[in-house]
């Protein structure tokens, strides 16, 4: 089983809001150059012209990508399909109120999980910094049929464990829900990297211990305290997404203690995720990426799809 717990649903309204809020985060376009112009159907040359620039030449680019490149639900079960996954977990991210990026809209993550309730799940974006969050949260799972919650500290100017985000942690609780939480480095020198690091959910998992936290994008470069946290508390869940998964096997790449505690005491704690589009190569190959690190065959079936099984309730 492959489920993967950070995708992209590539619907021509997903590309719009995505394209807009890299755009708006100072360094991301160059940072992801070549897998973005991969994303785009373009060369990265001419994707580095075209959307670096910013103004009205990157937004009619953007436009241009976007209805070009839209595909249905449907479709993107075919992608699915053809890279051999069972489901994958898509999202939206809400940076409005601090980069003016307008969200996606729920309901276009809600209609591809209606239509493909077995293959496509989603986890909801928002930003502890509008008050109707946990509300929204509330509709999104109840109404919409979510699964969860994505949140993005770095760009929300806070870190995880600021009060701001305790009505949205406590709805997840509340509902069951787990709360993917970006916590690695950011590409943006505008952004400080400490808004990521793993202490705040730390604090944050022991003082609501029913909360199901996934700490997205595996910590880097912070590793060891993140597989610190994990062990010491049990809803807390690794996502190495964002990052080259043969390099978790690299010596000196930062990820040692995840690929040692993560084969033993920690084996039920780490999900798979590609962050597609962003990465340079297909889904394809970052599962066989991921299928290829020295881990002990059990517990290669349960970082690539058993452990997400469980924390999502897929088969329940």
């Not at 910094?129 to 919650?149: Q, S």
């Not at 701001?164 to 020198?189: D, I, M, Q």
């Amino acid at each position: 089983m492959i489920v993967d717990v950070c995708s992209f649903l590539p619907a021509e309204a997903s590309y719009r809001a995505r394209l807009l809020g890299w755009a708006a985060i100072p360094g991301y376009l160059r940072m992801f150059a070549k897998g973005l112009a991969a994303f785009c159907g373009v060369a990265e040359e001419e994707f580095r012209r075209r959307a670096l620039g910013g103004g009205k030449e990157a937004r009619a680019f953007i436009e241009e990508v976007s209805a070009a490149r839209g595909r249905t639900p449907g479709e993107f079960v075919a992608m699915l399909d053809a890279a051999g996954y069972d489901r994958a977990v898509v999202f939206s991210i809400d940076q409005e109120v601090t980069t003016g990026a307008p969200p996606l809209d729920p309901g276009v993550l809600a209609q591809a999980v209606a239509a493909h309730p077995s293959r496509i799940m989603a986890f909801m974006g928002l930003d502890p910094n509008k008050p109707d969050a946990a509300r929204a949260l509330e509709h999104g799972v109840k109404e919409l049929g979510l699964h969860g919650a994505l949140l993005v500290p770095f760009l929300h100017g806070l870190p995880a464990g600021a009060p701001a985000y305790r009505p949205v942690f406590k709805k997840c609780a509340e509902l069951g829900v787990p709360a993917w939480v970006h916590t690695s480095v950011n590409w943006s020198p505008a952004h400080p990297m400490e808004l990521g690091h793993p202490f705040a959910l730390d604090r944050l998992c022991g003082e609501l211990p029913a909360l199901k936290v996934i700490a997205g994008h595996g910590g880097w470069p912070w590793v060891p305290e993140l597989v610190a946290a994990a062990w010491r508390h049990p809803h807390l869940y690794i996502d190495p997404s964002g990052h080259r998964w043969k390099y978790l096997a690299a010596p000196g790449s930062g990820w040692e203690m995840l690929m040692r505690f993560g084969n033993s005491v920690l084996q039920d704690k780490v999900l798979f995720g590609t962050d597609w589009p962003l990465m340079p190569i297909g889904m394809r190959e970052i599962a066989g990426e991921a299928r290829a690190l020295p881990l002990k065959p059990g517990v290669r079936e349960k970082w690539m799809g058993g452990n997400a099984a469980r924390l999502l309730g897929i088969g329940a």
